[in-house]
């Protein structure tokens, strides 16, 4: 277990500490590794830099997905599970490990690891601003020198056996996800689950952006896109509005009929928002266009302005009724009891019953 051995692979160097357990795992694209580990200069005093456990948490990766210590995850795929090695790497495949660690610490702080970045690249922002903020990788920063890493594999896990986040999806597997979040979103809505249904809708909205944002605008792959987003943003402003999340419905809804303005049941959810937040001229203008877009719904239309009107009646009177009580706050006992008021008018005394 003390033997020194090369891995396949220029500027590392391997020392097995404790063996783990089982064969090599496999590791296809996306399989979830976490890990413990301590970052050591390679020094007399073999310097710890970092310490993961100190941190409280292990520190995770996906395989494939370009992260910025690539060596790592040569170094984490040589390993079994329970397994704890020592690795020796050149400076070749640490000059990076300055940014990464920064933003380690900074998400064990609880805090976000681009917080103040420009848009560059992470080497752009540290030559921007001349420091990490930690003292010692600044050092490294400087000085790019070879680096020990101590590692335990604690999980090999697949990547179907986790939720997986969107960034980590190929193209063709969010489009396959899609439907079935709108068919997730559907069976909860039956089962009157409006917030969890209104998270899967969003949910495949936000997959298909991501995916629409890679093709050009205009080109009919976009456009296929766009119309495929727009039910689900239906759904999941119909969700909005069965939880009376009115203000969320409008800005929805005004984002997706400023690209898609012969939406008709946009305009109607829209409508109904605004007749739900007193907003009496925006909601009749919704309504109206419903009617102008789709003359078969024009019955419903009259429907939904008449009981427009009521509602607007109803509030009216409500808010005179308010600031009369309000500003005469006798007139409340006066509901309860007959009441007399004295009042003189031209030097007479006039006895007014009030019901």
Same mark, same amino acid.
């Given at each position: 277990?003390?033997e020194?051995? =090369?891995?396949?692979?220029?500027?590392?160097?391997?020392?097995?500490?404790a063996?783990?357990?089982?064969?090599?795992p496999?590791?296809?694209?996306?399989?979830?590794?976490?890990f413990?580990?301590?970052?050591l200069?390679d020094?007399f005093?073999?310097t710890?830099?970092?310490?993961?456990r100190l941190a409280?948490?292990?520190?995770?990766?996906f395989v494939g997905k370009?992260f910025?210590?690539?060596v790592?995850?040569t170094? =984490?795929t040589?390993m079994r599970?329970g397994?704890?090695?020592e690795f020796?790497c050149d $400076?070749i495949?640490?000059?990076?490990?300055?940014i990464v660690?920064?933003?380690?610490?900074?998400?064990a702080?609880g805090k976000?690891?681009?917080e103040?970045?420009r848009? *560059?690249?992470g080497?752009?922002?540290?030559f921007?601003?001349?420091?990490?903020?930690?003292?010692? #990788?600044?050092?490294? *920063?400087r000085?790019p020198?070879p680096?020990?890493?101590?590692m335990?594999l604690?999980?090999?896990r697949?990547p179907?056996s986790?939720?997986?986040?969107?960034w980590?999806m190929?193209?063709?597997?969010?489009?396959?996800?899609v439907?079935?979040?709108?068919?997730q979103?559907?069976?909860?809505?039956?089962?009157?689950?409006?917030?969890? $249904?209104a998270s899967?809708?969003?949910? $495949?909205v936000l997959?298909?952006k991501t995916?629409q944002?890679?093709?050009?605008?205009?080109?009919?792959?976009?456009?296929n896109?766009?119309?495929?987003?727009?039910?689900l943003?239906l759904?999941?402003c119909?969700c909005m509005?069965? #939880?009376?999340e009115y203000y969320?419905?409008i800005?929805h *809804?005004?984002e997706?009929?400023?690209k898609h303005?012969?939406c008709v049941?946009g305009?109607?959810k829209?409508?109904k928002?605004?007749a739900?937040?007193w907003?009496?001229?925006?909601?009749?203008?919704d309504?109206? *266009?419903?009617?102008?877009l789709d003359i078969?719904l024009a019955?419903l239309?009259?429907r939904?302005?008449k009981? =427009?009107?009521e509602?607007?009646k109803?509030?009216?009177?409500?808010?005179?009724?308010?600031?009369?009580n309000?500003?005469?706050?006798?007139?409340?006992?006066?509901?309860?009891?007959s =009441?007399?008021?004295f009042? #003189?008018?031209?030097?007479e005394?006039?006895?007014?019953?009030?019901i």
């Amino acid at each position: 277990m003390e033997e020194t051995y =090369l891995l396949d692979y220029p500027g590392v160097r391997k020392k097995i500490l404790a063996g783990g357990s089982g064969p090599l795992p496999h590791f296809p694209t996306g399989t979830k590794l976490v890990f413990h580990f301590q970052t050591l200069l390679d020094n007399f005093e073999r310097t710890v830099i970092d310490d993961s456990r100190l941190a409280g948490r292990p520190a995770e990766i996906f395989v494939g997905k370009m992260f910025k210590m690539e060596v790592w995850e040569t170094l =984490l795929t040589s390993m079994r599970v329970g397994e704890v090695a020592e690795f020796w790497c050149d $400076a070749i495949h640490t000059g990076l490990y300055p940014i990464v660690s920064k933003g380690m610490r900074l998400i064990a702080q609880g805090k976000d690891p681009l917080e103040g970045q420009r848009h *560059m690249c992470g080497m752009g922002n540290l030559f921007h601003y001349h420091s990490t903020g930690f003292p010692e #990788l600044d050092e490294l *920063m400087r000085t790019p020198q070879p680096l020990i890493f101590i590692m335990e594999l604690l999980q090999v896990r697949d990547p179907m056996s986790y939720h997986r986040e969107s960034w980590m999806m190929e193209k063709d597997e969010k489009l396959q996800t899609v439907p079935v979040l709108h068919m997730q979103g559907n069976a909860l809505v039956k089962q009157k689950q409006y917030r969890e $249904a209104a998270s899967k809708y969003k949910e $495949a909205v936000l997959l298909l952006k991501t995916v629409q944002s890679r093709e050009m605008p205009g080109d009919i792959d976009y456009i296929n896109l766009g119309r495929m987003i727009v039910p689900l943003e239906l759904n999941y402003c119909q969700c909005m509005l069965e #939880l009376e999340e009115y203000y969320e419905v409008i800005d929805h *809804m005004d984002e997706l009929l400023e690209k898609h303005k012969d939406c008709v049941k946009g305009y109607y959810k829209r409508a109904k928002a605004h007749a739900a937040v007193w907003n009496e001229k925006e909601a009749r203008r919704d309504f109206n *266009m419903v009617a102008q877009l789709d003359i078969t719904l024009a019955k419903l239309v009259c429907r939904e302005l008449k009981a =427009l009107s009521e509602h607007m009646k109803e509030k009216y009177w409500e808010e005179k009724e308010q600031y009369w009580n309000n500003t005469h706050p006798w007139t409340s006992q006066s509901k309860m009891n007959s =009441l007399f008021s004295f009042c #003189l008018c031209y030097d007479e005394l006039l006895i007014v019953r009030v019901i």
